[in-house]
């Protein structure tokens, strides 16, 4: 069950959380990026870079996960998308997006862009912080001790 991550948004500290897992749990883990990211040599990472555009990382994403993958992303239609295939999705923060829950965290998306969109809304996410990355650092180890074969 590999790891698919929407790599342009992901944060460096989460990149690097992922490729310890990666070589450690011997899992196959792919970043996927508009653009060049620095990772370390490893058999179990890969990184493909896709043309700059609306959508090409996450369709390709789409295009190659399958069910029972886990995908990281912080783009909610994304991780909606991902989630009715059959992936595990949680965003680098550590926070899981479910059946039960993409619905909602879609809808307060809409609702937050049209309030941006609005002129309503100027200020984004909090700073990423040493709690998101351990939040994270936990979800990835129960996510691994489920599903990945050492």
Known sequence: MPIWVDADACPVPIREILCRAATRWQIQTTFIANHAI???PSPHISRRQVPHGFDVADNEIMDQMSKGDL???QDIPLAAEAIEKGAD?????????????IRQRLAMRNF???MRNAGQVTGGPAPFSQGDRKEFADQLDRWLQRNARK
């Open 38 to 40: 620095s990772l370390p």
């Open 71 to 73: 995908v990281i992303t």
């Open 89 to 101: 999705v949680f965003n680098p923060r550590g926070q899981a997006f479910t059946k039960e829950n």
């Open 112 to 114: 937050m862009e049209e």
